[in-house]
């Protein structure tokens, strides 16, 4: 006779009413779920946590304004093939540097931007792998520029131009379209900017210019005091984009220094160069001047990131690769 203790075996404890299974049993599978699940939650929160800690993601300089350009420089947690990003609506494409093993990208913000924070996104491509990504805020502050408070009388043909100068101007107006918006992938520029010519400064980057009582929008650019006939160099490497005389602009130079950055040289009375040609850093490429809508003989230089305009003042500062 089978011992009795074994003749019924009991039903398994999750088969029986909660009455049945002993106080300190009660609630053993649940705490277990509970745990396993909590496990697997900290490890996913680690791991994120541990991912995100890995990219370091740094900005120069480390105050950003509007108007101001920036170096972003990442370091990312795997090797990968190539890096984007988006930043303030523009899109981004990252060099590397194998010395620091870094990647780079020269971006800005534009001077309407309002203080705030804003996120960079990256998106690194792997081979046959998911692509990595992950975002970054940058806070970005508002900067003071000047308002200069000075009547300025000019003669009526730079506030009311004739048909024919209307016609001039709208000419010019079609080809800075046409030109300026442009986005060649490749980057060009090679290390810093450097200063188009060693002069003073007259008029800065943001100031606010009154014309015969009327306000005019933010200066674009940074505008130099020599005479006629100074020499004017390349900021940084690339080709020339545009070599043309405008009516607002005079004999106007456009270079273009890959990825959506140009530099602007405005007012020259004489070329050095021509649309096609690639120019090094510090080379001659016109002659200073007062053409075009000019009050008088300056240099009037602009920096353009994809259409934005930023201070050639703050980039002439930052140090670059």
């Not at 508002?142 to 009388?153: C, E, N």
């Not at 100031?207 to 130099?224: E, M, T, V, W």
Request: proline content about 8%.
């Amino acid at each position: 006779m089978p011992c009795p203790q074994f003749a019924n075996p009991s039903p398994p404890v999750w088969g029986q009413a909660p009455s049945a299974v002993r106080p300190d049993e009660a609630g053993r599978p649940f705490i277990r779920g509970v745990r396993f699940v909590a496990t697997v939650t900290f490890f996913i929160a680690f791991a994120q946590t541990a991912f995100a800690a890995s990219w370091s993601v740094q900005a120069e300089p480390m105050h950003l304004v509007n108007g101001g350009p920036v170096l972003f420089r990442v370091k990312a947690p795997a090797k990968f093939d190539s890096l984007s990003g988006t930043w303030l609506g523009h899109q981004l494409t990252f060099s590397y540097n194998a010395t620091t093993k870094t990647w780079f990208a020269l971006a800005g913000v534009s001077i309407e931007t309002g203080a705030g924070k804003y996120p960079l996104a990256l998106t690194a491509e792997r081979d046959a792998k998911a692509p990595l990504t992950f975002t970054h805020t940058f806070a970005v502050a508002r900067a003071k520029y000047p308002q200069i408070k000075v009547q300025l009388t000019v003669e009526k043909k730079f506030t009311e131009p004739t048909p024919e100068q209307q016609q001039q101007a709208a000419e010019g107006v079609k080809i800075k379209q046409d030109y300026l918006n442009r986005v060649t992938p490749a980057r060009e520029w090679n290390g810093s900017f450097k200063a188009p010519a060693d002069a003073a400064i007259s008029d800065v980057f943001g100031s606010q210019r009154i014309f015969n009582g009327k306000a005019q929008s933010p200066h674009q650019g940074l505008d130099f005091r020599v005479p006629t006939g100074t020499p004017v160099t390349a900021m940084n490497d690339g080709t020339v984009l545009l070599a043309r005389p405008l009516y607002f602009e005079g004999n106007f130079v456009v270079i273009d220094h890959g990825q959506g950055l140009l530099t602007l040289y405005l007012h020259l009375s004489e070329f050095k160069v021509k649309e096609g040609d690639v120019v090094k850093r510090g080379q001659e490429i016109g002659l200073s001047g007062g053409t075009g809508r000019a009050t008088g003989p300056h240099l009037h230089v602009a920096v353009r990131w994809q259409g934005t305009y930023l201070d050639p003042a703050r980039l002439v500062q930052l140090p670059l690769p």
